[in-house]
């Protein structure tokens, strides 16, 4: 499949899938060492979902990116374990998470087994992916290597990433950027990826 390129637009974002988020948060502290940092969950989701935009053109679960002194937080994400912790910002009702998932002080576990029947084979590739890399890694190293790119540099302290940004640092940029554009570009499904959407990473 060919794409034409153009300037990243300021194309919508997906519709956030809070259940799907908390299954993402599940499947890769499941996938990393007992117990599993918070910190390390957290910038796993912001790989995977860089992976996943790059390779088939969107997100994982919706998720709004925040530039935060210590790199990009997945802010939706950030909000369910604090709920778990008993500490969120805003009003939840997510008596699953709570369930589900252990928070205590860094510290994640996880309760029982993310739901696959919620995320794509390319949702688990992503994710294991960025467990693989990231989920151990020190905290210094991750934290500076988080820190770079056009997104994070950017945004206002402690503001949202734009998308558009964030797009802007991957391979074809302008194709996925383009591909998001679209009203109807078919997407992922649980269970199985069309060809026809995938965006394969360039050789």
């Known amino acids: ?21 908390l299954h993402a948060l ?9 117990p599993a940092n918070v910190y390390n969950v957290l910038k796993c989701l912001y790989y995977a979902d860089r992976k996943h935009l790059q390779e088939y053109g969107r997100q994982i679960y919706g998720e709004t990116f925040y530039a935060l002194e210590h790199g990009p937080v997945p802010s939706a994400a950030y909000e369910i374990v604090k709920y778990v912790a008993g500490r969120a910002k805003w009003d939840l009702d997510f008596p699953e998470a709570l369930e589900l998932l252990e928070v205590s002080d860094v510290y994640l576990t996880a309760r ?11 949702d688990m590739a ?5 467990a693989r890399k990231y989920g151990t890694m020190p905290f210094g190293k991750l934290k500076t290597l988080s820190h770079r790119g056009k997104a994070f540099e950017n945004a206002d302290p402690n503001g949202e990433m734009k998308l ?13 950027a383009s591909h998001l554009d679209d009203r109807n570009p078919g997407e992922a499904q649980a269970g199985g990826d069309s060809a026809e959407h995938a965006k394969p990473r360039s050789a």
């Open 1 to 21: 499949m060919t794409f034409r390129l153009r300037s990243v637009p300021n194309m919508a974002k997906a519709k956030f899938d809070q259940r799907k988020a």
């Open 26 to 34: 599940l499947y890769v502290a499941q996938h990393i060492p007992k």
């Open 112 to 122: 029982g087994g993310a739901d696959t029947d919620l995320l794509s084979r390319s």
């Open 126 to 130: 992503c994710l294991l992916d960025a």
């Open 164 to 176: 558009a940004d964030l797009i802007a640092e991957l391979k074809d940029s302008e194709a996925i």
